[in-house]
């Protein structure tokens, strides 16, 4: 039997998984992070913010610039990080960018009493997106409504079967503290998962769904975007799944330092590299994917060194 987890006994999660292994991640340095780079898994350290975030958002434009009406074409972009957004839009305005054959997909949004959280909701993914970024797009630019793809309660089916009818050129993401992308957290340990967490090929089935939200999860959005108030975090959310996810041509992770934390970027940059995959870890699961890259922030990075504060 698995150990239990030491944040919450009720889950799976990172703390289950062999001490030795845990041990390894912790003792490597930013240069051997760069080292774990192989054949479909490249990582990219900047030494600057501004260059981080620039990064970020020409992978907008990257995806942007390759649709055509013959062959629509977007990025699945997050919440977390969110400072490049209002750089694709100066971007795409300075650049006179026409996307009326461009498309976005949200990643997820909050569950409230059953239903998507709507604009009105402070800590709506969708509120976030507009504002930060497609509100601020010229109108003779703009995506078309109608290619704009957010998850909710009522169209789960139709978002997925959206990345089979449109290109996904890269599905963009950040890390949370219970090594998630989108909402893909680690599993309850209950039913069928009471002993051994989901195998590989069972959480890869997963679409688009609603989802029970890890302790860590609520704590983390509470941390970055609340001030604190877990409170106000919802307990359930609408995600895209691994099986959206492994449709896009390249998944690419963004690590600017303050969603995860030293020894869990190492972790997920350490078992993708080695192909390691364990559904306690679910960013694992990018290691049998056939493209992806990691980007870090050098100065995010930190170390996993003891020091008392």
């Known amino acids: 039997m698995r150990a239990l987890s030491k944040i919450a006994e009720?889950?799976?999660?990172?703390?289950?998984?062999?001490?030795?292994?845990?041990?390894?991640?912790?003792?490597?340095?930013?240069?051997?992070?760069a080292g774990l780079e192989r054949p479909g898994f490249s990582v990219a350290i900047y030494d600057t913010l501004e260059e981080f975030y620039l990064a970020e958002a020409l992978e907008y434009i990257e995806a942007w610039k390759q649709a055509t009406s013959a062959r629509p074409a977007g990025?699945?972009?997050?919440?977390?990080?969110?400072?490049?957004?209002?750089?694709?839009?100066?971007?795409?305005?300075?650049?006179?960018?026409?996307?009326s054959n461009a498309h976005f997909w949200g990643m997820d949004?909050?569950?409230?009493?059953?239903?998507?959280?709507?604009?009105?909701?402070?800590?709506?993914?969708?509120?976030?997106?507009?504002?930060?970024?497609?509100?601020?797009?010229?109108?003779?630019?703009?995506?078309?409504?109608?290619?704009?793809?957010?998850?909710r309660h009522d169209n789960l089916a139709d978002y997925t079967a959206s990345f089979d009818e449109f290109r996904c050129v890269i599905m963009q993401g950040g890390q949370?503290?219970?090594k998630?992308?989108?909402?893909?957290?680690?599993?309850?340990?209950?039913?069928?998962?009471?002993?051994?967490?989901?195998?590989?090929?069972?959480?890869l089935k997963l679409g688009a769904r609603k989802v029970d939200l890890h302790p860590l999860t609520l704590a983390q959005n509470a941390r970055t975007s609340g001030g604190g108030r877990v409170h106000m975090v919802?307990?359930?959310a609408y995600t895209v799944g691994p099986l959206e996810t492994?449709?896009?041509?390249?998944?690419?992770?963004?690590?600017?330092?303050?969603?995860d934390n030293p020894f869990g970027m190492r972790l997920t940059a350490y078992m993708i590299s080695h192909r390691i995959v364990d559904t306690t870890v679910p960013m694992s699961l990018l290691g049998l994917h056939e493209n992806?890259?990691?980007?870090f922030y050098r100065s995010g990075l930190g170390s996993c060194d003891i020091e008392m504060h």
């Open 10 to 33: 009720d889950w799976w999660d990172y703390t289950t998984l062999d001490h030795d292994l845990l041990d390894t991640v912790a003792s490597l340095s930013i240069e051997d992070l």
């Open 292 to 295: 992806v890259r990691f980007s």
């Open 176 to 178: 949370g503290e219970t």
């Open 180 to 203: 998630h992308w989108a909402f893909n957290d680690p599993l309850k340990r209950e039913g069928a998962y009471k002993d051994l967490p989901p195998s590989p090929e069972d959480f």
């Open 109 to 151: 949004e909050w569950c409230i009493n059953g239903k998507a959280a709507t604009t009105d909701f402070p800590l709506s993914f969708e509120l976030a997106d507009r504002g930060l970024c497609f509100g601020r797009i010229r109108k003779d630019l703009a995506i078309p409504e109608q290619n704009l793809h957010f998850p």
């Open 246 to 259: 492994f449709k896009a041509e390249c998944v690419s992770i963004w690590h600017p330092g303050h969603h």
């Open 75 to 99: 990025i699945c972009g997050p919440i977390g990080p969110t400072e490049h957004l209002p750089l694709v839009a100066r971007l795409v305005n300075e650049m006179n960018l026409d996307l």
């Open 234 to 236: 919802p307990n359930q």
